[in-house]
């Protein structure tokens, strides 16, 4: 179906920023929810950020609140994740995600939930 392709990770210092992008090739997710989630070494995926198939609502993990946003370009088929004020426990692999579920207004947050996983981008945020 769709193939997601993350970008947009690196190395940065605590209190940076850095912008992760999610680019979609062949079909459009532009009826679809999409999230963002991450994976630290030896830890369980967590949800991070979501955003509606019309780009509102969003919800956001407690830990991220206020500090990362979710927005989505449905003409370019990008979703985007802005993390500011980076703290090195974001140290992850970010992926994103297709919800299963399309022309929903409800935003999950499970990682049974999504689906066409991108292949994953190396955040890591230093003291």
């Known amino acids: 179906q769709v193939q997601l392709v993350e970008s947009g990770g690196g190395l940065v210092q605590a209190g940076g920023s850095l912008r992760l992008s999610c680019a979609a090739s062949g079909r459009t997710f532009s009826s679809y929810a999409m999230g963002w989630f991450r994976q630290a070494p030896g830890e369980e995926r967590e949800f991070v950020a979501a955003?509606?198939?019309?780009?509102?609502?969003?919800r956001y993990a407690d830990s991220v609140k206020g500090r990362f946003t979710i927005s989505r370009d449905n003409a370019k088929n990008t979703v985007s994740l802005q993390m500011n004020s980076l703290k090195p426990e974001d140290t992850a692999v970010y992926y994103c995600?297709?919800?299963?579920?399309?022309?929903?207004?409800?935003?999950?947050?499970?990682?049974?939930?999504?689906?066409?996983w991108g292949q994953g981008t190396q955040v890591t945020v230093s003291s």
């Open positions: 955003i509606s198939w019309l780009g509102w609502p969003t």
């Open positions: 995600a297709k919800d299963r579920v399309p022309n929903s207004g409800i935003i999950r947050i499970g990682v049974d939930s999504y689906a066409d």
